[in-house]
C-alpha cells in the first residue's frame, strides 16, 4: 500500500528532514553543557529555530497523510 509513494520527492523530503532533526537533537544532546551556558537571545534564537523546523516537519506530515494516506502511527500500531 506504501510502497508506491516512497520514492515520491516529498516523502524523501520528509525522511531527510527527520534525519536533520534527529542529529540535531544528538549535537543538542551532546553540546548541552556548551548551550546551557549561552547568552539569552542565542538561546531564544536555538529554540525559535527548532520551533520552525519541527513546524515544517509536522506539516509535511499532514501533507503525507493527506495525499498518500500515510499514516506512520497506524504503521507501527498494527
Not at 1 to 18: K, L
Request: net charge positive; glycine share 6%.
Amino acid at each position: 500500500m506504501y510502497r508506491e509513494h516512497i520514492f515520491a520527492p516529498s516523502f524523501i523530503a520528509h525522511v531527510i528532514s527527520g534525519i536533520f532533526l534527529l542529529v540535531a537533537f544528538i549535537i543538542l544532546y551532546k553540546n548541552y553543557s556548551i548551550i546551557k551556558n549561552l547568552d539569552k537571545y542565542r538561546l531564544i534564537t536555538i529554540i525559535l529555530v527548532f520551533s520552525i523546523a519541527i513546524g515544517i516537519h509536522s506539516l509535511s506530515h499532514l501533507g503525507m497523510e493527506t495525499i498518500y494516506g500515510y499514516y506512520p502511527i497506524a504503521i507501527v500500531a498494527h
